[in-house]
């Protein structure tokens, strides 16, 4: 299968560069894979979508402030995206520019925390300053939103429901419920349920190989707390339909379906995959030759889904993590 297959072309002018005021007036394409048809919406009618004893399924994973800016004692700039940490004071880092140099310090913030570049993709910081860190990071807007983070994003760039810190990217299809929003769902008899996936390098890692079979993804820690749990194995006894909020609840779910509970999943979907739990999926839409793009290919198919961004482009939807919304059932 070739990477190729999932490219396409998008205006530079449709990729999302600001939230909208209210969550709820994003755009909404209705994918409907028994007529091979797609119809336009509107999120804040989301719930007509949905039928008594659906379970719907979000991820309350919470992003870190974890994108740096700090100066050598030179004073050159330098931009840290902590990635993952690894013990008490010591933290995997993408680090720009690429050459800085190993055992170089770089100072943070109006105290000057410094940090040391332990190897070409690690800081270390002293023990007594690991822990406040994040107190002084941005938030870690993706590279195609061309602007610096501003208080806004704050808000807008977690879902009102995030619970549970551990992401260096947010769960985007999440974005577009309010509190709300949530609670006309739950009134209207659809069980909703939580789970956790901390959004990694693993879902941005480019797909660099013409043979995507190929591709590597790296791992990401996801948890289904029991509770969620009982709710999905009710759903599943009584063949109601399991609704995954974004690629990570779905990527989650598949690996519980695989019998894990808790762990590590490097879960890759592409076409051709057989989907054990997922009935419908909410998500946005995505960069081509991305493993997202082709996980939501697979579980459209992939005709209809090219398809639907073409009919997406054509009809303006605003794209990527900060634009419209679809819907697949």
Known sequence: MKLSNFDYGLPKELIAQYPLKEREGARLMVVKRSSNTAEDGIFKDFSAYLKKGDLLVLNDTRVLTCRLIGHKA???????????????????ALVQPSRTKIGEKVFFGKNKIAGVITNRRE??????????????????????????????????????????????????????????????????????AHLTLHVGLGTFKPVTSEDITKHKMEPEFFQIPKSSQEKIEIARKNKSR?????????????????GLKEGWTNLFIYPGYKFKLVDCLLTNFH???????????????EKLIKQAYQEAVYKQYRFYSYGDAMLII
């Open 287 to 301: 960069l081509p030759k991305t493993t997202l793009f082709m996980l939501t290919c697979a579980f459209g198919g």
């Open 123 to 192: 800081i270390s910081f002293k023990p007594k300053d690991a822990g406040t860190i994040y107190e002084l990071g941005q938030v870690p807007l993706p590279p195609y939103i061309r602007r610096e983070p501003e208080e806004l994003d704050k808000d807008y760039y977690q879902t009102v429901y995030a619970n549970k810190e551990g992401a260096i990217a947010s769960p985007t299809a999440g974005l577009h419920f309010t509190e709300e929003l949530l609670k006309k769902i739950e009134l209207s008899g659809v069980n909703i």
């Open 242 to 258: 399991i609704i995954a909020v974004g690629t990570t609840t779905l990527r989650a779910l598949e690996a519980y379906a695989d």
């Open 74 to 92: 030179t004073g050159g700039k330098v931009e840290i995206l902590l990635t993952k940490r690894k013990s008490g004071s010591t933290f995997d």
